[in-house]
Nanobody, 115 residues
Framework: QVQLVESGGGLVHSGGSLRLSCAASGFTFNNYAVRWHRQRPGKERELVATISASGTYIYYADFVKGRFTISRDNAKNTVYLHMSSLKPDDTAVYYC????????WGQGTQVTVSL
């Protein structure tokens, strides 16, 4: 069946780094652009970064530019989000989304950044 599974979240101190993974199965992952979104406590879900199906187009929200890097390995059906210089304000549930017809979403992974 179709699955998008995020992993790599956890608790990290301010200034630290984490790498999130989004592993896909059950659909033609290589045909899909993939987005990372996040939902901070009490806030609406927001787009963090996007990578095109081929990996040639990448977009970052202003609040993560220079700190986060999105990449993909189509041979492994996986997209990554490397997060560095983390701030407490980055605390959120991070979701990956394969953007297409239909859209697919993962269940989310919690990232908590402490002072």
């Amino acid at each position: 069946q179709v699955q998008l599974v995020e992993s790599g979240g956890g608790l990290v101190h301010s200034g630290g780094s984490l790498r999130l993974s989004c592993a896909a199965s059950g659909f033609t992952f290589n045909n899909y652009a993939v987005r990372w979104h996040r939902q901070r406590p009490g806030k609406e879900r927001e787009l963090v970064a996007t990578i095109s199906a081929s990996g040639t187009y990448i977009y970052y929200a202003d609040f993560v530019k220079g700190r986060f890097t999105i990449s993909r390995d189509n041979a492994k059906n996986t997209v990554y989000l490397h997060m560095s210089s983390l701030k407490p304000d980055d605390t959120a549930v991070y979701y990956c989304n394969a953007k297409g017809e239909p859209d697919y979403w993962g269940q989310g992974t919690q990232v908590t950044v402490s002072l």
